[in-house]
């Protein structure tokens, strides 16, 4: 079956460590996005690659990384400079010219 | 991306038609509107999306007014599986682009 996987589900870090969170489809997409979403809101883009090995800042891109070295993967790191990580990670991907961006499970993170 | 306003919450009870109207006065020449739906702890969901007019597919309808200022998502016979958060987006070509969600409507069905 074609579509996008997140793991870990839930992920539990302690204050000060990085951690990285997984992405990867087999829908043969080009773009693919991350995603933040905290309680009662909505999504908040934080990284964005249309391409591999090439990637753009979102609205909320500091105290996280990302790369995009294959097509299909792209994962997210949290870094310890980001000061409020707690939140629901998604990840989405997406091929022009169609109209739609599908989305992962998505990946729970809190900080300890 | 042009600004959108939806209400925060909508209560119906099970077999009504629900419509959630979505307010876009910005909207521009290019923009298409569309609509996802997300249930708890789980990623948003592409449902319908439309340019002018009608459109209708096996769960939804979204009816676009000819200013386009506005449109409304129509569900029809709701049941309790259909309680969840519905965004409204609007923005040229949504295949392409990263997409600006707010803060959604909370669809509680009632049985």
């Known amino acids: 079956d074609g579509g996008i996987t997140q793991s870990p589900k839930y992920l539990f870090r302690k204050e000060g460590q990085n951690v990285t969170l997984s992405c990867e489809q087999n829908?043969?997409?080009?773009?693919m996005y991350w995603y933040r979403q905290d309680p009662g809101q909505g999504l908040r883009l934080i990284y964005y690659?249309?391409?591999?090995?090439?990637?753009q800042k979102g609205d909320i891109a500091e105290g996280y990384s990302v790369s995009r070295e294959k097509k299909e993967s792209f994962p997210l790191t949290v870094t310890s400079a980001q000061k409020n990580p707690t939140a629901f990670y998604l990840c989405?991907?997406?091929?022009?010219?169609?109209?739609?961006?599908?989305f992962g499970p998505g990946t729970r993170l809190t900080v300890l | 991306l042009a600004k959108t306003t939806q209400p925060i919450s909508m209560d119906s009870y099970e077999g009504q038609e629900v419509n959630i109207t979505c307010s876009h006065n910005?909207?521009?020449?290019?923009?298409?509107i569309t609509w996802y739906q997300q249930f708890p702890s789980q990623g948003p969901r592409f449902i319908i999306q439309g340019y002018k007019t009608k459109v209708t597919n096996e769960v939804a309808s979204l009816f676009i007014p000819a200013d386009r200022k506005s449109s409304t998502l129509s569900l029809p016979r709701v049941s309790l599986s259909d309680t969840a958060v519905y965004y409204c987006?609007?923005?040229?070509?949504?295949?392409?682009?990263?997409?600006?969600f707010g803060s959604g409507t909370r669809l509680q069905v009632q049985p």
């Open positions: 690659s249309q391409i591999v090995n090439d990637f």
């Open positions: 987006l609007v923005g040229p070509d949504t295949g392409r682009r990263a997409l600006t």
């Open positions: 989405a991907s997406s091929s022009p010219p169609a109209r739609e961006q599908f």
């Open positions: 910005n909207i521009a020449t290019n923009d298409y």
């Open positions: 829908l043969n997409h080009d773009a």
